[in-house]
């Protein structure tokens, strides 16, 4: 019963005036519920709430859920934090906080960690969170080297596109499932996907695209791919890619040491 009222509580919480009794309840559950399946539940339901990311109390409470024991509840709560990064209240905490879970166990954790670490990092942190993601780029996992890609792109490492060049080899799918039961019993699943089409060098790919963005006409154009024609247009492109950087690497800052 309580499973199916968590899931029914967006029609009361996604709404212009959020139902303020129900937020509070699950955000009560997120930090204190004995069942990881509810927390989790309960961050995807206050998730749906209207501006969730300015208030105090939600944050606070999914502050607390970064330090949960199971990585599915704290991979849910990054994941619902990557798209409001940059409006989110207390900054400051949760760059600390995911700062730490780039040694998390958990491959999704490390990866969405290496990404909102990025997003939260103030200017004079920048520098310091770039040096610590880096060497992530080796990481074992697929799905972590591709967001660590992303992670960097975010912090502008333009200095990175020279190690990042080796990485178009990396056909590698960056997908990864973390499977679990849901509070209503059902079977349930928290799904990380590097990029677009699932593969480390595409992620590679639209990072140098991202980063590259403020060099105008000497950017790097990563066009769209075509469903039909994956491997073929993502094989052209990174052809491309190395006749672009044969062009302009030389005006490119250091490769990083």
């Given at each position: 019963?309580?499973?199916?009222?968590?899931?029914?509580?967006?029609?009361?919480?996604?709404?212009?005036?959020?139902?303020?009794?129900?937020?509070?309840?699950?955000?009560?559950?997120?930090?204190?519920?004995?069942?990881?399946?509810?927390?989790?539940?309960?961050?995807?339901?206050?998730?749906?709430?209207?501006?969730?990311?300015?208030?105090?109390?939600?944050?606070?409470?999914?502050?607390?859920?970064?330090?949960?024991?199971?990585?599915?509840?704290?991979?849910?709560?990054?994941?619902?934090?990557?798209?409001?990064?940059?409006?989110?209240?207390?900054?400051?905490?949760l760059y600390t906080k995911t700062k730490a879970l780039l040694k998390h166990k958990d491959?999704?954790?490390?990866?969405?960690?290496?990404?909102?670490?990025?997003?939260?990092?103030?200017?004079?942190?920048?520098?310091?969170?770039?040096?610590?993601?880096?060497?992530?780029?080796?990481?074992?996992?697929?799905?972590?080297?591709?967001?660590?890609?992303?992670?960097?792109?975010?912090?502008?490492?333009?200095?990175?596109?020279?190690?990042?060049?080796?990485?178009?080899?990396?056909?590698?799918?960056?997908?990864?499932?973390?499977?679990?039961?849901?509070?209503?019993?059902?079977?349930?699943?928290?799904?990380?996907?590097?990029?677009?089409?699932?593969?480390?060098?595409?992620?590679?790919?639209?990072?140098?695209?991202?980063?590259?963005?403020?060099?105008?006409?000497?950017?790097?154009?990563?066009?769209?791919?075509?469903?039909?024609?994956?491997?073929?247009?993502?094989?052209?492109?990174?052809?491309?890619?190395?006749?672009?950087?044969?062009?302009?690497?030389?005006?490119?800052?250091?490769?990083?040491?």
């Amino acid at each position: 019963v309580l499973g199916r009222a968590i899931e029914a509580s967006p029609n009361a919480v996604g709404v212009q005036n959020p139902d303020g009794e129900i937020v509070a309840k699950l955000t009560s559950m997120i930090q204190s519920h004995d069942s990881p399946a509810v927390r989790v539940a309960s961050v995807e339901a206050v998730a749906r709430a209207k501006e969730f990311h300015k208030d105090t109390a939600v944050v606070g409470a999914l502050l607390d859920a970064l330090g949960d024991k199971e990585p599915y509840v704290v991979s849910s709560v990054l994941f619902r934090m990557e798209f409001l990064a940059h409006s989110i209240v207390r900054k400051p905490e949760l760059y600390t906080k995911t700062k730490a879970l780039l040694k998390h166990k958990d491959e999704g954790v490390r990866g969405r960690a290496a990404v909102l670490a990025a997003k939260f990092a103030a200017s004079d942190q920048r520098e310091e969170i770039g040096k610590l993601i880096l060497p992530m780029l080796k990481d074992e996992s697929p799905f972590v080297r591709s967001s660590t890609a992303k992670g960097l792109a975010t912090l502008k490492r333009i200095d990175t596109i020279h190690v990042l060049m080796g990485m178009l080899d990396d056909s590698t799918k960056n997908t990864y499932t973390i499977k679990y039961t849901k509070s209503t019993g059902e079977p349930g699943t928290i799904t990380h996907n590097g990029s677009a089409w699932s593969r480390v060098d595409e992620a590679i790919l639209y990072a140098i695209k991202t980063m590259t963005w403020s060099m105008g006409d000497k950017k790097f154009k990563y066009g769209k791919i075509n469903f039909k024609t994956v491997d073929k247009d993502i094989g052209s492109a990174i052809k491309e890619a190395r006749k672009w950087y044969k062009k302009h690497r030389k005006e490119l800052p250091p490769a990083p040491k």
